[in-house]
């Protein structure tokens, strides 16, 4: 840090100074200090150049301003961490977490304390505030800032007003990203910016997002307005909450924030990290049978409501039967059209063809104005117990839960149970209309998925989001599916009803492997399946449920994506290009040298395929336009 410091203040700033707490590697440094001014900020730096330039830390609590006129009280010592954990819905499977910890205690003028514990990895930075002391602790405001060169580069996307959109049912991390902006550029809306957010900073590469959500504390966002790159925590809207329930954190005798995390590096080393797991709890106890991964067949996707019947959902679930997948999902109002005593006839028909039925949920009581059903059946504790009991009977082994209310701490406290009551009862989980998981995959084992995007049913309501969901799908690995599971609900190769697709079939396929989902549903229909190639269809009835290992090849946000990743002893590289000329790359496929692999691309239609033979090593590869492939080198 370079700042000029008058000489009446020397003696006292350099006591405020903390040495630099730095990655295993050495590469990364953190640096804290009291300022003149007696507020707390730090710096972090790789290889000697800034990423973070001097911002802001502190909290305001009823009672307690521990933001302002504070004092460097004590400094741990140094503490190695590490941490093995194992992640079956996620970018790698065996997971390594090394980070040098130090926690740092500051005192207001009334000599209240609060502890910032910071951790530093090889791949970014870590930080969050622990506050004790007796009877209510209640959260006003949080002073976390992040500064960024006035020369840096965003892609964010805007957060929804809640309450805004179809039946109120904003917000739900549905929108658009604003690509390579400026920093410094103000949201759309007072909403503010949804997190991971990714920023490019001189040769690095920043994702901010969060972590270990418990249930204590509000999801955070990015304020609206960044003036001079300085971008603040932000809160959620008044409206975000379970009805009745809390909007901001508050305990009793210890209040412990989520981790706020910065993944910085290279683009591949942003790509790679899995800090948005590695910084979230430990699993809690789940049955390791029944975390089962997997790929799903369902109807409405391409065939909405009217699809949501008896006889329509068995061709579904001998659809999957042919496509060796592992689920079907069946949608809103089976209990209508469908009913409990039908659909335990279904998931046992299912069950029998070794097919296991999910079923979809509303989570809504008085936040919205949703109608669909089964409604207000998991607004507490005993409701969600008595249903789930009563899906395990019926062999359902998994739930579809949609139109959530944002992102107040009941709301957060509201997912959290749904996730350890469905636990309880052995079911699967899967958010719709929702709030990021930010690490929830790894606390709950049976979260499989979260939807929390723009995903695919969005681009085929209207032309204007089929015509944006390229350079949508080419910012997804580098920002919501960077740390999280993520339910776009993937893949048409035919024509999608009043729409014309604007992606090439390649692209549909790439998708498949490019999207992280511990299940991923497809859209396709049997009938449009019928009209892809064999060889297409026999990648998708033998492709991998889960992920061993990730390796970043080559890509820009929102232009292209070429991702490697690993099952046994099998690699899938898999690629997409949203420009709107062809591209060709030079591809660095070392890791692959010697072998020899089976590449699926486009042919000469938007609707065709082709098929050649692909070896590893350096090689150069041509995507057409709004096109894709995958190569399997077993």
């Not at 009563?390 to 579809?400: E, F, N, P, S, T």
């Not at 959290?416 to 995959?441: E, K, M, S």
């Not at 999608?496 to 549903?521: C, D, Y």
């Amino acid at each position: 840090m370079t700042k000029l410091i008058p000489a009446a203040l020397a003696l006292a700033v350099h006591s405020a100074f903390a040495a630099p707490l730095q990655s295993p590697d050495r590469h990364i440094a953190v640096e804290l200090r009291i300022t003149p001014e007696q507020t707390l900020e730090y710096t972090i730096q790789r290889d000697g150049q800034p990423v973070i330039l001097p911002s802001r830390l502190g909290l305001q609590l009823a009672g307690a301003d521990l933001a302002n006129k504070l004092a460097l009280a004590a400094t741990s010592a140094v503490k190695p961490i590490a941490e093995d954990y194992e992640l079956a819905t996620g970018k790698k499977r065996h997971i390594r977490y090394r980070a040098n910890e130090q926690v740092y205690t500051v005192r207001n003028a009334k000599g209240q304390a609060m502890d910032v514990a910071f951790r530093v990895s090889n791949d970014g930075v870590a930080f969050r505030y622990m506050v004790r002391a007796p009877g209510r602790l209640q959260f006003l405001n949080e002073a976390t800032s992040y500064r960024f060169d006035k020369a840096a580069k965003a892609w964010l996307q805007p957060m929804s007003v809640a309450q805004t959109g179809w039946m109120n049912t904003n917000p739900s991390y549905e929108e658009h990203y604003q690509r390579e902006i400026a920093v410094g550029t103000k949201a759309p809306t007072a909403a503010g910016w949804v997190f991971p957010a990714l920023f490019k900073t001189g040769d690095n590469w920043v994702a901010l997002t969060e972590a270990n959500m418990d249930g204590s504390w509000h999801a955070s966002r990015l304020q609206a307005d960044s003036a001079g790159g300085e971008y603040r925590l932000g809160t959620p809207m008044a409206p975000e909450v379970f009805t009745g329930g809390a909007l901001l954190a508050e305990s009793s005798g210890q209040l412990t924030s989520p981790w706020r995390v910065i993944a910085l590096g290279s683009l591949a080393a942003v790509s790679e990290s899995t800090l948005g797991t590695d910084l979230a709890a430990p699993a809690i106890a789940f049955d390791k049978a029944k975390v089962a991964p997997g790929h799903a067949s369902w109807s409405w996707a391409l065939l909405k409501d009217d699809a949501t019947v008896f006889e329509v959902q068995k061709t579904f679930i001998d659809y999957a039967v042919d496509m060796r997948w592992d689920y079907t999902l069946v949608d809103a109002d089976w209990d209508r059209k469908i009913g409990y005593g039908k659909m335990r006839e279904l998931a046992a028909y299912a069950a029998s063809k070794g097919v296991g039925l999910l079923a979809w949920y509303n989570s809504s009581g008085a936040w919205n104005k949703t109608e669909y059903s089964p409604k207000g059946k998991l607004l507490n504790h005993a409701q969600r117990a008595a249903e789930f009991d009563r899906l395990a009977k019926m062999g359902i082994k998994g739930v579809k839960i949609d139109f959530f209310a944002g992102d107040g701490k009941s709301m957060i406290a509201y997912y959290t149970a749904i996730l350890q009551d469905a636990a309880a009862a052995g079911l699967l989980v899967n958010f719709h209309g929702a709030t990021l998981p930010r690490g929830w995959a790894r606390t709950y084992p049976n979260l499989m998925t979260a939807e929390a995007l723009r995903g695919l049913e969005y681009t085929t309501f209207t032309q204007q989001d089929q015509d944006a969901v390229v350079r949508h799908a080419a910012m997804l690995p580098f920002a919501r599916n960077l740390f999280d599971p993520m339910d776009f609900t993937p893949m048409v190769f035919g024509e999608i009803p009043k729409i014309r697709r604007a992606t090439r079939n390649g692209f549909e396929l790439a998708e498949a492997v490019l999207f992280l989902s511990g299940i991923q549903h497809f859209a396709e229909t049997p009938e449009g399946m019928a009209g892809a190639p064999v060889y297409v269809k026999t990648f998708l009835q033998t492709l991998p449920r889960s992920w061993d290992e990730v390796r970043f090849v080559a890509g820009y946000p929102g232009r292209h994506a070429v991702i490697a990743r690993k099952s046994g002893d099998a690699w899938y590289v898999a690629g997409i290009n949203a420009d709107d000329t062809d591209l060709k790359l030079d591809l660095d496929l070392g890791f692959l040298a010697g072998r020899e692999g089976q590449l699926i691309t486009d042919g000469a239609g938007e609707r065709e395929f082709t098929q050649a033979a692909l070896s590893g090593g350096r090689q150069q590869l041509t995507i057409k336009a709004h096109g894709g492939f995958v190569a399997v080198f077993k």
